[in-house]
Nanobody, 114 residues
C-alpha cells in the first residue's frame, strides 16, 4: 500500500508556473508507474503525464512542451513542473500510483485566471 499527498496547487495568472508535488508514504523506487491526472468541473478525469520507474515519460498533447514530470526517489516524491499555464489547465490535479492496485491522492486545486 501507499498513501499519496499532493501539494503545490493554487491560483496563478495565465502564463505563470506552478510546481506540484506528490509525497508518497513509502519508497517509490519500485513503483512501476506514477502519474498526474486532472479533472475539471463537469469533465472526466484525464491523464496529464506519467513516469515509469525506468524514467520513461509520457505526456498528454495538451501538456507537451509546457509540463515536466519527474520523480525524486531519495525523497519519495513525484513532481509536475507546469509552465505557460492556461485557463484551460484549471482543474483538480491528482497523483496516481500503480502498486498492484490503483492508488490516488486527495487532489490539489490549480486555478489559472487573471
Amino acid at each position: 500500500q501507499v498513501q499519496l499527498v499532493e501539494s503545490g496547487g493554487g491560483l496563478v495568472q495565465p502564463g505563470g508556473s506552478l510546481r506540484l508535488s506528490c509525497a508518497a508514504s513509502r519508497s517509490i523506487a519500485n513503483i512501476n508507474t506514477m502519474a498526474w491526472y486532472r479533472q475539471a468541473p463537469g469533465k472526466q478525469r484525464e491523464l496529464v503525464a506519467s513516469i515509469a520507474s525506468g524514467g520513461r515519460t509520457d505526456y498528454a498533447e495538451s501538456a507537451k512542451g509546457r509540463f515536466t514530470i519527474s520523480r525524486d526517489t531519495a525523497k519519495n516524491t513525484m513532481l509536475l513542473q507546469m509552465n505557460s499555464l492556461k485557463p484551460e489547465d484549471t482543474a483538480t490535479y491528482y497523483c496516481y500510483a500503480w502498486l498492484m492496485s490503483n492508488y490516488w491522492g486527495q487532489g490539489t486545486q490549480v486555478t489559472v485566471s487573471s
